[in-house]
């Protein structure tokens, strides 16, 4: 079975600092990368795809075959940064998604 | 981005109730849902999959008899939660997915807070 691991519960950066989110996932096959975020008192929205290589607010996210790897990075941390991000995993075809547990990250001023 | 809406956002019941929560998708046609349940400080663990037309289909260790899923329409995707019990208190969320252009992404309500008695 497919499965997502985000190994830091909670990211503390200060405001300009360099930020990486890490993901790991276990699958075989092509998954789909995603990053989901909630900013506080907000709802779950996604963030970014990796089949899009694109950046969304500064965020860039690289698939890493070879290392099973998915890390959502961003050069400079901003306040509204801040929030919960989730890193996910599809099948693919429509299938369902797979969350991670979560990393808090947290931006000070 | 398109807008999914749940209904009621908090829930107070007493022990050996039911409880009954909707899924909107307000300005698209979901032919797939799925109901989440998130414990505090933890991830999205996905319940069912709710699917138009046809029965939901569960993940295993979710009891289907509990948790009764209804998609009666495009639009519409409801869970009850049977003979609730305080261990059923937690955080249900619900996604829709939309499909453009071939290109398919889930958008997620803002969740419906349970809390059994």
């Known amino acids: 079975a497919q499965r997502v691991t985000q190994p830091e519960k909670l990211l503390s950066v200060f405001k300009g600092a360099p930020v990486e989110l890490k993901c790991n996932y276990s699958y075989s096959g092509s998954p789909e990368l995603f990053w989901y975020v909630q900013y506080s008192r907000q709802r779950l929205q996604l963030l970014l795809r990796h089949i899009s290589r694109e950046s969304i607010k500064g965020f860039t996210a690289d698939l890493n075959k070879g290392e099973t790897s998915f890390h959502l990075k961003k050069p400079f941390a901003q306040e509204e940064d801040s929030a919960m991000y989730y890193c996910a995993l599809s099948l693919g075809g429509y299938q369902k998604v797979t969350f991670g547990t979560g990393t808090k990250l947290q931006v000070i001023p | 981005g398109a807008v999914v809406s749940q209904h009621p956002s908090r829930v107070i019941c007493k022990s050996g109730t039911s409880v009954k929560i909707e899924c909107r998708s307000l300005d698209f046609q979901a032919t797939t849902m799925f109901w989440y349940r998130q414990f505090p400080k933890q991830s999205l663990m996905l319940m069912a999959t709710?699917?138009?037309?046809?029965?939901?289909?569960?993940e295993q260790g979710v009891e289907k008899d509990k948790f009764l899923i209804n998609h009666a329409s495009l639009t519409l995707s409801t869970l009850t939660v049977t003979s609730a019990h305080p261990e059923d208190s937690s955080f249900y969320i619900c996604?829709?997915?939309?499909?453009?252009?071939?290109?398919?992404?889930?958008?997620f309500g803002p969740g419906t807070r349970l809390t059994v008695l």
């Open positions: 996604s829709a997915r939309e499909v453009r252009g071939g290109r398919e992404e889930q958008f």
């Open positions: 709710s699917n138009e037309g046809s029965k939901a289909t569960y």
